[in-house]
């Protein structure tokens, strides 16, 4: 997924997700939230515990 498809998807500029990418800024939580939903969406699954990250989504048969 290029910068442009996440930042179309989420609703967000292309600058806000290349500004986050950097660490020149930190997105607000509703532009996390969408940021997120849209990973998932594409196949993404965030992990906690003990493995805490992400990794992609099996998929189904």
Known sequence: MTQVDLAAAALVSKNVI?????????????TLAAIQRVLEEAGVEFTNGDAPGLRLRKKKR
């Open 18 to 30: 290349v500004a986050f990418e950097k660490g020149r800024t930190n997105p607000t939580r509703n």
